[in-house]
Antibody, heavy 117, light 108 residues
Framework: EVQLVESGGGLVQPGGSLRLSCAASGFTFSSYWMTWVRQAPGKGLEWVANIHPDGSDKYYMDSVKGRFTISRDNARNSLYLQMNSLRVEDTAVYYC??????????WGQGTLVTVSS | DIQMTQSPSTLSASVGDRVTITCRASQSISNWLAWYQQKPGKAPKLLIYTSSTLASGVPSRFSGSRSGTEFTLTINSLQPDDFATYYCQQYNSYSMFTFGPGTKVDIK
């Protein structure tokens, strides 16, 4: 059974940092591009970042460039999102997901990040 | 940047209806379009990828098509489990994915 399990969310003050993790199982993690997607309360889905299967290429949405870093550890079947200089507008449920390609398209259950003073 | 629009934003329908949702890309994305279903409090679920390929386990009443930069999700004979919000997503380039704003399908 395929599973993606996010962790690391919580309440943080503006300007603070959090590191999200996503543990993958049940599929060949190292073969897929991986993605972080977020959803603010009551809003739609918003792509955040992508990472190549071997970690060599990384892409970010404009508003998180320089603040967020996506990474992966294929030996541990894990994906990460380091979030620094957090803003109120970063408040959202953060999902990890695999590429929507054959054999992919899996999503985790999400982890809530709340940025508030 | 590629922009995605969806119409309608809300759709009221009855069980057994045929439902059509449209997604338009601001430029060519070839067939690199996926459709997701999301229910309240749950993660999105992949329905269709490469504009018309049904994901594993998805009922055959769901189908997708493409005409240029216009993409359509059709649900034949709407079932009670289908009331949800549907999103399109372009993945033409790994440098940027974009989601449509969503279409909520509710009970008439």
């Amino acid at each position: 059974e395929v599973q993606l399990v996010e962790s690391g969310g919580g309440l943080v003050q503006p300007g603070g940092s959090l590191r999200l993790s996503c543990a993958a199982s049940g599929f060949t993690f190292s073969s897929y591009w991986m993605t972080w997607v977020r959803q603010a309360p009551g809003k739609g889905l918003e792509w955040v970042a992508n990472i190549h299967p071997d970690g060599s290429d990384k892409y970010y949405m404009d508003s998180v460039k320089g603040r967020f870093t996506i990474s992966r550890d294929n030996a541990r079947n894990s994906l990460y999102l380091q979030m620094n200089s957090l803003r109120v507008e970063d408040t959202a449920v953060y999902y990890c997901a695999s590429d929507p390609t054959p054999g992919g398209g899996y999503w985790g259950q999400g982890t809530l990040v709340t940025v508030s003073s | 940047d590629i922009q995605m629009t969806q119409s309608p934003s809300t759709l009221s329908a009855s069980v057994g209806d045929r439902v059509t949702i449209t997604c338009r890309a601001s430029q060519s994305i070839s067939n690199w379009l996926a459709w997701y279903q999301q229910k309240p409090g749950k993660a999105p679920k992949l329905l269709i990828y490469t504009s018309s390929t049904l994901a594993s386990g998805v009922p055959s009443r769901f189908s997708g098509s493409r005409s240029g930069t216009e993409f359509t999700l059709t649900i034949n004979s709407l079932q009670p489990d289908d009331f949800a919000t549907y999103y399109c997503q372009q993945y033409n380039s790994y440098s940027m994915f974009t989601f449509g704003p969503g279409t909520k399908v509710d009970i008439k």
